[in-house]
Nanobody, 125 residues
Framework: QVQLVESGGGLVQAGDSLRLSCTAS????????MGWFRQAPGKEREFVAG????????YYEDAVKGRFTISRDNAKNKVYLQMNSLKPEDTAVYFCAASAKWVLTPRRENEYDYWGQGTQVTVSS
C-alpha cells in the first residue's frame, strides 16, 4: 500500500503564491504517475494537474494553466504543485494522487490507485 503525505496548504491573499508538496512511500516512486486534484465546498472533486513518471510530460486543467506548475523529484519521492497568482476561486482542499498503472486520461479520478488526506488552501480577496 502506497501512502501519500501532503503539506504546504495555508491561508493566503489573492495574488500570492503557495507551494504544495506530496511525499510518497516506497522505493518505486518513479513508476507512479502523479496528479493533483481539488475539491471546493459544495463542489465535486476536480482535476488540477498531472505529471508523468519521469516528469517529461505535464497536463493541466484550463483554469490553472499559466499559473500552476507541477513538478517532481523522484530522488526525494516528492511531487510539487507551485501555485502562483492565486485567486479566491482556487480555495479548496487539494489532494495528491498516484497511479501505478499506465495513465491515458489523467483528469479522471478512477485512473488513480492511491490518495493523500488533502490539505486546505484558502485564498482571500
Amino acid at each position: 500500500q502506497v501512502q501519500l503525505v501532503e503539506s504546504g496548504g495555508g491561508l493566503v491573499q489573492a495574488g500570492d503564491s503557495l507551494r504544495l508538496s506530496c511525499t510518497a512511500s516506497g522505493r518505486t516512486f518513479s513508476s507512479y504517475y502523479m496528479g493533483w486534484f481539488r475539491q471546493a465546498p459544495g463542489k465535486e472533486r476536480e482535476f488540477v494537474a498531472g505529471i508523468s513518471r519521469t516528469g517529461g510530460n505535464t497536463y493541466y486543467e484550463d483554469a490553472v494553466k499559466g499559473r500552476f506548475t507541477i513538478s517532481r523529484d523522484n530522488a526525494k519521492n516528492k511531487v510539487y504543485l507551485q501555485m502562483n497568482s492565486l485567486k479566491p476561486e482556487d480555495t479548496a482542499v487539494y489532494f495528491c494522487a498516484a497511479s501505478a498503472k499506465w495513465v491515458l486520461t489523467p483528469r479522471r479520478e478512477n485512473e488513480y490507485d492511491y490518495w493523500g488526506q488533502g490539505t486546505q488552501v484558502t485564498v482571500s480577496s
